[in-house]
C-alpha cells in the first residue's frame, strides 16, 4: 500500500488510516513525501546541490519521525499488528500528485488526505486527493475526518455496471477485513422529463423502487454468491445516487465507489457520482477503477448510477 503525507493534519489522518489498513491486509506501506523544487529556477541559493539533498534528508527525517509518532497515537496502536507494519520512506521532489501516482503502480491501494497543506480553505477536496483519484490504477482512499457510529458497516453503490460491480466485490473485502456489514445502497427515483403524460405511463415510484432492490440483490447473488462471507443489507434510497450515497455513509467506516459509469463523457476518468461522494462523504471513500478493457455494460433505466 502507498500513503501520501505532508506533515499536514489530513495527511496524519490518511497515515493513521493506512497504517490500520496494511495491518489487516498483511500489508507492507510506502510513505511518500515531496520537498518542493517548482521555485529553482527563480532561486540561485536553491540550485546548490547539497542545498537539494539537505532538503531532500530533511523531508526523509521527518516523514520517518511521523511515521513513528503516528503508530504510537492510541487509535492506530490499538489495532493489533500496527507497530509491525514495514514501513518505507520515499522522498520524490517536485508536485505530489502526479509522483503518487507513479509509484502506486502495481500497488493494491493508493491513500491520501482530502485535504493537505495547500488546500484552499473554500474548497472541500485538495488537488492531490482529486488527481489521484481521478487517475490512480489501484483503488484510491480519500480519508475524510470521520465519527463511526453503530455497527461497524461498509457502504456501495452499486447500479449494474461492471464499475459498480468491482465495487462490490472491494467493498466485501474491506467489510470482511473489518468485522463489518456491509451496506449495499440503490439510488432510485422517477425519471423527469418534459412530457407530464410520460410520467401518467411510466412506472409507478413503488414499482421503481421494487425494480431498484431485485437488481441490487441480482448483483450482490452475482458477485459474491448466493452466500456471502458477509452479512450484506441492501437498502434503496430515493433521489440523485451521490446524495444517497452521502447520506448513507454518515457514521460508517467506508464508502466504496466505482468509476467510471457508463454516462461518463469521453476524457472523464472520473463520474459525477463518484466526484460527489469523494468531495463530500462523511467518511473515508475508496474509488475502485474497473480493469482495463473492461466492458462498460448498461443498467437498468431504473436505477440511479450509483457508480457513475
Request: glycine residues 10%; proline residues 6%.
Amino acid at each position: 500500500m502507498v500513503v501520501g503525507v505532508d506533515g499536514s493534519a489530513g495527511s496524519r489522518d490518511a497515515l493513521g488510516w493506512a497504517l490500520v489498513a496494511a495491518a489487516r491486509a498483511g500489508a507492507s506501506l510506502e510513505v511518500v513525501s515531496a520537498f518542493p523544487v517548482d521555485f529553482y529556477w527563480t532561486d540561485p541559493y536553491l540550485l546548490d546541490r547539497g542545498r537539494v539533498d539537505s532538503l531532500r534528508s530533511d523531508t526523509g527525517a521527518r516523514t520517518r519521525e511521523l511515521v513513528e509518532a503516528v503508530r504510537r497515537e492510541p487509535g492506530v496502536a490499538a489495532v493489533p499488528g500496527t507497530g509491525d507494519v514495514p514501513a518505507e520512506v520515499t522522498v520524490v521532489a517536485g508536485a505530489p500528485a502526479e509522483h503518487l501516482v507513479r509509484v502506486a503502480e502495481g500497488a493494491d491501494l493508493l491513500v491520501v488526505g482530502s485535504r493537505g497543506r495547500g488546500g484552499i480553505r473554500s474548497t472541500l477536496l485538495g488537488s492531490v486527493a482529486l488527481h489521484c483519484s481521478t487517475h490512480a490504477a489501484c483503488p484510491v482512499v480519500v480519508v475524510h475526518p470521520s465519527t463511526t457510529t453503530g455497527p461497524a458497516r461498509v457502504v456501495v453503490g452499486v447500479d449494474g455496471s461492471v464499475p459498480s460491480r468491482t465495487a462490490l466485490a472491494r467493498a466485501a473485502e474491506a467489510a470482511a477485513e473489518r468485522g463489518a456489514e456491509l451496506e449495499v445502497v440503490a439510488a432510485y427515483d422517477l425519471p423527469n422529463y418534459w412530457s407530464e403524460l410520460y410520467v401518467v405511463l411510466a412506472e409507478s415510484l413503488e414499482e421503481v423502487q421494487d425494480a431498484a432492490r431485485r437488481h441490487a440483490e441480482a448483483a450482490v447473488a452475482e458477485v459474491l454468491g448466493e452466500q456471502p462471507t458477509v452479512p450484506v443489507t441492501v437498502v434503496t434510497v430515493r433521489g440523485t445516487a451521490g446524495e444517497a450515497l452521502v447520506q448513507q455513509a454518515a457514521g460508517a467506516e467506508l464508502l466504496v465507489v466505482g468509476s467510471r459509469s457508463r454516462n461518463a463523457l469521453s476524457g472523464m476518468l472520473l463520474g459525477s457520482v463518484s466526484l460527489h461522494s469523494v468531495v463530500h462523504a462523511p467518511c473515508p471513500v475508496m474509488v475502485v477503477h474497473p480493469a482495463p478493457g473492461a466492458a462498460q455494460e448498461g443498467t437498468s433505466s431504473t436505477l440511479a448510477g450509483a457508480a457513475n
